[in-house]
């Protein structure tokens, strides 16, 4: 099976400092993929350079069994990926409605825009809020309305960033269970995560990064198992 | 593209299948659905009161004639040249997020192209109204160009607003030592540092001999009439589609970017319609006064867009657009009544704004008018 996105010795340093060493890494279609790693390991580069936010200094990108190590960010959003950043990416000063809208207008108009917009609203828990400015949000329905829009361009391989990010409990289980129902519908889904408990909750597989290298890669039984994951990580956030 | 999503959308939610969206929808809203636009959700005056005023506000200004004479008409429509400038600032600084500091370039080289073509070929058969829609096309190429390296280079935030600013300072240089007489393109003298005159007002062909619109009531209302037109125009375009993307890129330039927009595209858009509107002032200033200097591309006259727009605010275009007409207005009133303190008023009301109403002091009362309106209604209930 073709991989939905593979990249074949990614490097990328800034000076000395390497924040991708030769990294080849593979997920599979249908895929729940969680990248961890301590502080600094690489995880965000590694989604900006997926994103073509960071260009590599070698190494290539594919995406969908097509090489996308030349396109620019809104080409690759075009080919079927997207993004919810770390820190919410929301128009704050725009309406919930709003915000779904400008995702959506290029691709729907009129009664199937504001149907599929409610549906989105009602998926990510928002419908509510539809009238409200986004930047009076919770912190969490913040993250929600981002994840509403980043699924809106019904991606082929979604990148969660640190989703649950100053989430409560009940928000995360909740945004675990959303991740959950979109890979029920065939979405492939990478998320960066710091908290184990979610990571648990989703992963499928696991990539550990480390100074910017594939450490370890597995289940997320071996993950948890293997003692020198635990000896650079997992020691240090449990 | 999958079907059209389910109208009842009752919950649980479906989730959208992870197909991938086509792109490039294409909206056809017709004539009327345009029209509708001019009333969307980027622009603060809406519904019926707004309207009613807007309607009240054009009257008071279609019959302001009868009841002046027309000197002091002409001085007003004087009033009006500037306003395009300001709403083009407002849709590339506003609307779009992006600082110019060099509408006056584009001011300049347009009101120099209108004075050069008319100057050569002369008032006859209309042509002041071709050499306004030539040097306005003269401002929208130069900002096509100098946009494309902008925008296309990624330059941004305050590096945008230098190198526009010193775009109009090198043109306002190069123009002030145009003095000697081999500086002239045809019968044109660029004269220097004492600017270009001798060219004609706008001239409207007419069978019975030319109508020439010297700053009076019938020039007057052929500015109010643009002006208007401009205003309404610039609505729809701040709330069509393309619009949304320009309020978009100025909330979060990542995050319309990663919706799939090509955010160059539109920026570069923006900064040529408003640049081009900053060009037309500058051939509607020169044709008022016959009259066009360096001066008027240099450091002062270059922040003054800048002013006007901010304190009226920037991010709404009837906010602009009056708080540039009430600026200019304390600004005149003031020079004219032999205050020597002009400037000084017009940067203590920048200061005013940037620290008590950093959206603009029309924006601010619209605030608190909503705010009062909101406590009115709770304390009723």
Known sequence: MTAILATEGLQKNFGGVFVARDIRFAMQPGEIHCLIGPNGAGKSSFFRLVLGQHKPNAGAIFFDGAEITALKPFERIRRGLSVKFQVPGIFKALTVWQNLEIALQDHLSGDSLAAEIRETLAFVDLAGQARERAGNLSHGQQQWLEIGMAISLKPKLLLLDEPTAGMSDDETAKTGDMVHRLNREGMSILAVEHDMTFVKQIAQRVTVLHFGEIFAQGTIDEIVADERVAEIYLGKAQ | ?381
Not at chain 2, 2 to 25: E, I, L, N
Not at chain 2, 113 to 134: M, R
Not at chain 2, 342 to 359: E, N, S, Y
Request: with cysteine; aromatic share 14%; glycine share 14%.
């Open chain 2, 1 to 381: 593209m999958s079907g059209p999503a389910d109208m009842g959308s009752a919950k649980p939610a479906s989730v959208p299948s992870a197909a991938g969206r086509d792109r490039g929808h294409r909206v056809r809203r017709g004539f009327l659905g345009t029209l509708k636009l001019v009333n969307g959700p980027q622009t603060l005056g809406r519904g019926p009161i707004f309207w009613s005023g807007f309607v009240v506000a054009c009257l008071l200004a279609g019959i302001y004639p009868l009841f002046a004479d027309g000197w002091t008409v002409g001085n007003t429509a004087y009033f009006f040249t500037w306003t395009f400038m300001a709403m083009g600032l407002s849709v590339i600084w506003g609307y779009a997020g992006a600082l110019s500091f060099g509408q006056t370039a584009f001011f300049g080289l347009s009101g120099y192209a209108y004075g050069v073509l008319t100057i050569n070929i002369g008032s006859a058969y209309g042509f002041t109204f071709a050499a306004l829609v030539l040097a306005v096309g003269l401002a929208a190429v130069f900002a096509l160009s100098l946009g494309y390296f902008l925008f296309y280079g990624r330059i941004s935030g305050v590096f945008l607003g230098i190198v526009t600013l010193s775009v109009t300072l090198v043109l306002e240089t190069f123009m002030a030592q145009t003095a000697g007489p081999e500086w002239a393109i045809g019968a044109a003298r660029l004269n220097g540092f004492n600017g270009m005159t001798g060219m004609p007002p706008l001239t409207v062909p007419w069978p019975g001999g030319d109508i020439a619109l010297w700053p009076d009531i019938p020039l007057y209302y052929l500015l109010l009439g643009a002006m208007i037109a401009c205003y309404l125009g610039l609505r729809i375009v701040v709330n069509s589609r393309f619009g949304n993307v320009l309020v978009a890129i100025r909330e979060n330039p990542d995050r319309a970017e990663m919706l799939g927009y090509d955010i160059r595209r539109y920026q570069l858009g923006a900064f040529i319609i408003g640049s081009s509107l900053a060009g037309l002032s500058g051939v509607l200033y020169t044709a008022w006064g016959q009259y066009i200097t360096p001066n008027s591309m240099g450091l002062y006259a270059a922040a003054l867009p800048i002013v006007w727009v901010a304190v009226g605010g920037r991010s709404d275009l009837t906010a602009t657009l009056i708080g540039t007409l009430l600026v200019l207005w304390v600004f005149q009133t003031l020079t004219i009544y032999g205050s020597q303190y002009a400037l000084v008023v017009m940067g203590a009301m920048l200061l005013v704004t940037v620290l008590f109403a950093p959206r603009g002091l029309i924006i601010g009362v619209a605030d608190l008018g909503g705010w009062l309106r909101a406590r009115l209604r709770r304390g009723r209930s």
